[in-house]
C-alpha cells in the first residue's frame, strides 16, 4: 500500500475520459488499497483513480451511515430531483462551491472485493453527493466545471459561520 500524490485541477489526467477497467484483478486490487490509503491520509471521503494519475474507471467512497464502497466501471442508474450542496474536492485543495445535485441517486458498479455488479441506493446525503461527485471525476468533470466562474469558488476558512 502507498499514500500516492494527489493530482490537482489543471492536471491533464483529471480532463480524460477514463479507461473501463476488463477485468478485476490483483493489480486492481492493490489500486483500490492505494486509493483508500491515500483518501484516509488526505482526509477525504471519496477519491477516484485519475486523481492519483490513473485513468481507470475505479472510484472508492466512505461516508457516514453507508458501507465503503469500491467500485469498477461504476455508472449511474438513476437520479432525481435537485438540491444545494457546498461541495469541495481533494483535487481542488482550500476552496469549496455551491453546486447543484440529485436528491436521489441509484448508481451500479462491480464490487472490487466480490467481483460483482452491485447497486447502492443514496437519498439526500453524502453518499448520494459523493456518488455524482466521484462518477463525474472518472468522466473528467470536476465540480468546480458547474460553478459559474472561477469567482465563485469559496476559499475555505473565509466562509461565514452559519450554526444552529
Ligand atoms: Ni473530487
Redesign the pocket.
Known sequence: MAILPIRRAGDPVLREKARRVRTVDSSVRKLVEDMWETMYDAP?V???AP?IGVPLRVVVIEVPDHPRVALVNPEIVKRSGTRQVDE?????PGFRGEIVRSVKVLAKGVDVYTGKEVRVKAENDLMAEALE??I??VNGI??IDYLPGPDALIPLGDAPEVRP
Do not use: P, R
Open positions: 477525504g471519496g477519491l477516484a486523481q469541495g474536492c481533494l483535487s481542488v461527485h466521484e463525474d471525476h470536476l465540480y
